[in-house]
């Protein structure tokens, strides 16, 4: 896959924040990134410019860090941030927090969903799954990983039919498990031996993008690895010049947006296309 960086957006003197996270809402016309200044900003977002075109919408309900964000659906958003160990979901347009999930023993890292059921991992080396009806924990994923007091979860991603899990871990380590069977299939090193900071899979769920600590964004193709892991099925496709801290595909569309340590979001295109 060939890309091309269309975009880099960095803020204005207003904040010395870092865009650590990034979210494309499931239309693809709004693009959400959270801070290190606690904020989490909402823009519009053209793909087929690959550009952001509308004025900033600022949010403040965090007491620190943006950790992540994710959108639910069109209208309810997933963050979490500030070291308070809760899964908050919001509402985007006014800006105001529904619930509040509590049970995470640490800090939460990543956030991600699939119709009723929101997905949390944290420093605790779990991983929670929550009944966005109920509002209630209905199991915890710890031991099947080897993760529980062990290492942290960096990042999650769950594939279009809700079944395969991607998660990342802070030494690197990329696993896909089976959420239905309850098994972990496969383990794998998209990038060098430290934090793979974000996975995300691609509407085909054949790829998973990838961001890392030493500044890279890959891309792998999950059905080799759960053919073979020990065959290397990855291809670099681009770098920042710090820590890649989030990435996020377009929801429709052949495009991807970076966050990284370097103050910058980063929009990027596929040139020759991805397989669908």
Same mark, same amino acid.
């Given at each position: ?11 204005? !003197?207003?904040?010395?924040? *870092?865009?650590?996270?990034?979210? *494309? ?72 927090? *529904? ?12 956030? !991600?969903?699939?119709? $009723? ?16 009806? #109920? ?34 871990? $802070? ?44 500044? !890279? ?42 966050? #990284?340590? $370097?103050?910058?979001?980063? *929009? ?7 397989? $669908?």
């Amino acid at each position: 896959m060939d890309v091309r960086i269309c975009q880099c957006c960095s803020r204005g !003197t207003d904040t010395t924040g *870092l865009r650590l996270h990034c979210s *494309l809402e499931p239309t693809g016309n709004v693009l959400a990134t959270g801070s290190n200044d606690k904020s989490v900003i909402v823009v519009g977002f053209d793909a087929d410019n690959c550009i952001s075109n509308s004025t900033d919408r600022e949010f403040s309900f965090h007491k620190g860090t943006v950790r992540d964000i994710h959108f639910h659906d069109d209208n309810t958003m997933l963050s979490v941030g500030g070291g308070d160990n809760l899964l908050h979901l919001s509402d985007v347009e006014k800006g105001v927090e *529904l619930f509040a999930y509590s049970g995470h023993t640490a800090t939460i890292h990543t956030v !991600t969903s699939h119709r $009723d059921t929101l997905i949390s991992g944290s420093e605790d080396g779990t991983i929670r799954l929550w009944d966005r009806r #109920s509002n209630t924990c209905t199991r915890v994923i710890g031991a099947a990983l080897g993760t529980q007091g062990k290492s942290g979860i960096s990042s999650l991603s769950l594939n279009n039919f809700g079944n395969l899990l991607c998660g990342s871990r $802070d030494d690197g380590l990329c696993m896909l498990y089976d959420i239905e069977m309850g098994k972990l299939l496969a383990a794998f090193s998209p990038h060098t031996p430290v934090t793979c900071k974000s996975v995300q899979f691609y509407r085909n769920p054949r790829y998973i993008l990838s961001g890392s600590y030493d500044g !890279t964004i890959a891309l792998t193709c999950a059905e080799q690895v759960l053919l073979n892991p020990e065959v290397n099925c990855t291809e670099i496709l681009g770098t920042h010049r710090d820590k890649v801290t989030d990435v996020t595909w377009h929801p429709t569309k052949q495009a991807f947006a970076t966050c #990284s340590a $370097d103050r910058t979001v980063c *929009l990027w295109t596929a040139k020759d296309g991805v397989d $669908d």
